[in-house]
């Protein structure tokens, strides 16, 4: 039997996002805390990776935008914390048919909530937002406490501070086997650990590790297609020229989203809020990449909406939603 000393007090695998967070905040709890992950960090090939992410308290439902409420106080804490910038404010601008049910149930939320925000009619949006083509009569919603998340960035922090905490960061790891008990065994491609609890943040692999213990989890995994627009005038749509992020309701099947020009110079971040359904470790093999309807749509959305950028994307990167 392993002697209590070699005993975590908790091993948490997968060092997306959500393990990250998870593993600070156990080391702030004066924890011994061990994260796990498969891939040397930093990788690509999860979820969190990049440089962007919107944050906002936009949200129909009301446990979101007060939940929101409280993460952005996390977020200001890990900035004090790391001595960094990692969120930067730039309001989100929501749009859809004067029609959609959705845009008043979050204005309702946002309200209640007491968020700050603005109701936008078609004459405001288009004397406020004179980059954006309007075609079907929309209206806008503009969250102001929407903004932008420096995302590996905050991976990096995040890592930083566990160590610095105490916490045990091993990457390269990948986790094979979980025997259930008290302690819990975890079983590496290197070596075998145990914990009293288990904390599992593996994203899209998630289910590959329940299969084993008899478990199964209704997820889906889908590969989004990660777009880059360049701006036909550096700067137009750009961060500096206080351009905000933009969230289209009901403008094309699903969701569209978009990051004001940033992290690639004169390139703004547009994605379709869905995707195909993917293998994680199949998601950025070639023979899957013939289907991309989703990058049709949103090339009709930039044509459409954004003329001041070129209607084909200039750098398509790959990520998974798994929902
Ligand atoms: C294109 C895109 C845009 C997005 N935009 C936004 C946004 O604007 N705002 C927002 O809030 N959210 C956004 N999201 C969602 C957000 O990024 C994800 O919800 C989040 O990154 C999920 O993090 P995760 O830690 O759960 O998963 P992951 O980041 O996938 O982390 C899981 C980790 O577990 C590891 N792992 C898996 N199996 C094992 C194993 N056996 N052993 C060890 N390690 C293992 C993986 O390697 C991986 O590192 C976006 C996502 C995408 C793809």
């Keep these: 039997m392993a002697a ?6 908790a091993i948490v695998i997968g060092a997306g996002i959500q393990g990250c967070f998870t593993t600070y905040h156990l080391a702030k709890h004066s924890k011994r805390v061990l994260l796990l992950e ?14 962007s992410r919107i944050i906002r308290k936009a949200y129909p439902e009301d446990f979101y935008t007060r939940m929101m409420k409280e993460c952005y106080q996390t977020w200001a804490q890990l900035e004090r914390e790391a001595g960094t910038q990692l969120h930067r404010q730039t309001e989100l601008l929501l749009l859809g048919t004067k029609e959609n049910p959705g845009l008043k149930t979050i204005q309702t939320t946002l309200s209640r909530q007491g968020i700050d925000h603005e109701c936008l009619s078609s004459v405001d949006l288009k004397q406020r937002f004179p980059n954006i083509r309007f075609t079907r009569g929309e209206v806008g919603l503009l969250d102001k406490t929407g903004g932008v998340l420096y995302a590996d960035k905050a991976l990096r922090a995040l890592q930083h501070i566990i160590c610095q905490l105490g916490g045990t960061v091993c990457d390269g790891e990948k986790v094979v086997e979980i025997r259930p008990g008290l302690p819990v065994t975890v079983k590496t491609t290197l070596k075998s650990y145990q914990a009293n609890s288990l904390v599992i943040t593996a994203g899209p692999w998630t289910n590959r590790i329940l299969h084993p213990l008899g478990i199964e989890l209704p997820l889906q995994t889908l590969r989004i297609n990660v777009c880059y627009w360049r701006e036909k005038v550096p700067g137009s749509y750009g961060v500096s020229q206080a351009f905000p992020c933009i969230l289209g309701l009901d403008l094309a099947p699903h969701h569209i989203y978009g990051l004001p020009a940033s992290e690639y110079p004169g390139l703004m971040k547009i994605c379709y809020h869905h995707g195909d359904n993917v293998d994680p470790e199949e998601r950025d093999c070639p023979k899957t990449f013939s289907d991309i309807q989703d990058v049709q749509i ?11 950028l070129r209607a084909e994307p200039d750098i398509m990167e790959r990520c998974m939603y798994t929902v």
Aim: with cysteine; charged share 15%.
């Design 38 to 51: 498969q891939f040397f960090l930093p990788h690509s090939r999860g979820s969190s990776h990049g440089q």
């Design 4 to 9: 209590q000393t070699d005993i975590w007090d």
């Design 298 to 308: 949103l090339c009709h959305f930039v044509r459409d909406h954004l003329p001041g």
